[in-house]
């Protein structure tokens, strides 16, 4: 199949996901062509079935907004024209599902039809696209979409209840490339840099945006770190992380405590990792931590949206409410009190991992995407 995959470039996950999905599927034959503004983060090999199309925005000073649905919808019907592209999968609803409707119009006008599948990812849901300014826009492309997907049954219900849904929408879970994370897992792991041998490990990731509850990170970090030695690996940036280190140098942990930025390099901290934090307010899926039990790493972390489909309480981690960040610590104090526990716990961490192996998922979308295309 020729499939046109329009995604955020970001370190976020939908872009991850994305990527990760177009890549694979070249693997097994198929065409691939990314359309976004920048070159994704994760796409870092181009392969003769993987195509990458910018999307130029020229500024004009006359917007004080650049009209960038309007520069993607054109660039998918130059695209899909020049390259007999077979079907659009559009990853997170703003504004791609938009663009990618308008797009489907223009070309029906010239006598191609071509299905147009949407992935709801979270944020363009639960936080962003439920917004009464995008909400009649965002219900509209939904609606318009030939196949609806989301990546998590709590995502499902939170679109069923937020918007006025038509549609089927499919579940089909993110997932994670087993075979890759193995591989790297492989590569010498310096531990040693980061922590001296009785240290435990804790790692948080993410974009640093107020959802992910990054003042909690501290505070767990931060009992933690009053019963055993510990030290935190910060990674990722954003709105939160200026105010993060300014509460590390309150709580007077600014030594134990490493923030590392934006990385291509997770699987590197992750593997000598012992713990993992995610106490967001919201997840969908929470693929930042189904990455960490695919290296073993199990996980603490609030119990909201999809994360109880992705970490199992008292198996791979454990789960509390949004804002117990005593309960937090003291489930990761329980996990990490003894080598042969926290043992145990990695080997669950993975097992469960391995339901998300991308080659269970990505049948699911080749079918899904073989019946849309059929039914044009
Ligand atoms: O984590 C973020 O806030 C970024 C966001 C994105 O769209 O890139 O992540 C969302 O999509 C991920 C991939 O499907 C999910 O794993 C995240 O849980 C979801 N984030 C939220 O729902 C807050």
Redo the contacts with the bound molecule.
């Keep these: 199949m020729k499939i046109a995959i329009v995604c955020?470039p970001?370190f976020?996950?939908?872009?991850?996901?994305a990527t990760e999905l177009g890549l694979e599927l070249a693997r097994r034959g198929h065409e691939i062509h990314f359309i976004t503004y920048r070159q994704p983060v994760r796409l870092a090999l181009l392969s003769p079935n993987v195509h990458y199309h910018e999307v130029n925005v020229p500024e004009y000073p006359l917007f004080h907004y650049q009209p960038y649905e309007l520069a993607l919808s054109s660039k998918l019907v130059d695209m899909v024209k020049l390259y007999n592209i077979e079907l659009l999968h559009v990853?997170?609803a703003i504004p791609h599902a938009y663009a990618g409707y308008m797009a489907k119009q223009m070309l029906k006008d010239e006598g191609i039809n071509i299905p147009m599948v949407t992935?709801l990812?979270?944020?363009?849901i639960?936080?962003v696209g439920n917004h009464p300014f995008y909400k009649p826009a965002v219900t509209f492309s939904i609606n318009k979409s030939d196949v609806v997907t989301s990546?998590s049954q709590s995502?499902k219900e939170d679109t069923l209840k937020l918007f006025n849904i038509k549609n089927e929408i499919e579940v089909i879970p993110?997932f994670i490339e087993l075979e890759k994370t193995a591989k790297e897992g492989s590569l010498p792991c310096q531990r040693s840099v980061m922590a001296n041998t009785n240290e435990r490990i804790i790692t948080h990731i993410?974009?640093f945006?107020k959802?992910?509850r990054i003042p909690d990170v501290v505070q767990v970090f931060y009992n933690i770190q009053k019963e055993i030695p510990a030290k935190l690996m910060m990674v990722g940036d954003g709105p939160e992380k200026e105010k993060a280190e300014q509460l590390c140098q309150e709580l007077g942990i600014s030594d134990k405590v490493i923030f590392f930025g934006n990385s291509n390099e997770i699987d590197k901290i992750l593997c000598f990792t012992d713990l993992f934090l995610l106490p967001?307010?919201?997840?969908?899926?929470?693929?930042?931590a189904?990455e960490a039990m695919a290296c073993s790493v199990p996980v603490i972390s609030s119990n909201s949206?999809?994360l109880p489909e992705v970490n199992f309480e008292g198996i791979s981690g454990f789960l509390s409410d949004v804002g117990n960040t005593e309960e937090m610590a003291q489930n990761a104090l329980k996990i990490l009190k003894d080598d042969a526990t926290l043992a145990s716990f990695k080997e669950n961490a993975f097992q469960v991992a391995q339901q998300f192996d991308i080659k269970n998922i990505l049948p699911l979308y080749e079918a899904l995407y073989e019946k849309a295309i059929q039914k044009y």
């Design positions: 955020y970001t976020g996950g939908s872009g991850v996901v990853h997170y992935t990812h979270g944020t363009d639960t936080l990546v995502l993110n993410s974009n945006r959802v992910k967001s307010q919201t997840e969908s899926f929470g693929l930042a189904l949206g999809g």
